[in-house]
């Protein structure tokens, strides 16, 4: 079992930046994949993006190319999400996952994390 507790959430203005964490726990070696995805009101969840855990290989949502980097620590178990240039359409929840497998593309996971509000006020 892999357990996830994401972070950084919060209130921010159109333009602004937040980091969002997801610290990974539990039989972590299993990880191959780690991704975010994001589910607004009403909408949803969908893909925003994800990293490979043990190659340099990231993939995006075409909504957030340019704007959002995942990156990793895998010292620290941990996978974050830069959100530069937010805008009022990137409000929603935000999901951290794992997977134990290199699916391609890789939108599928085996475990989930409880979610992060982030909310982009006009």
């Known amino acids: 079992q892999v357990q996830l507790v994401e972070s950084g959430g919060g209130l921010v203005q159109t333009g602004g930046s937040l980091r969002l964490s997801c610290a990974a726990s539990?039989?972590?070696?299993?990880?191959?994949?780690m991704g975010w995805f994001r589910q607004a009101p009403g909408k949803e969840r969908e893909f925003v993006a994800a990293?490979?855990?043990?190659?340099?290989?990231?993939y995006y949502a075409d909504s957030v190319k340019g704007r959002f980097t995942i990156s990793r620590d895998n010292a620290k178990n941990t996978v974050y999400l830069q959100m530069n240039s937010l805008k009022p359409e990137d409000t929603a929840v935000y999901y951290c996952?794992?997977?134990?497998?290199?699916?391609?593309?890789?939108?599928?996971?085996?475990?989930w994390g409880q979610g992060t509000q982030v909310t982009v006020s006009s």
């Open positions: 990293i490979r855990w043990r190659t340099t290989s990231t």
């Open positions: 539990g039989r972590t070696d299993s990880i191959y994949t």
């Open positions: 996952a794992a997977d134990r497998a290199m699916r391609y593309p890789p939108l599928t996971y085996d475990y």
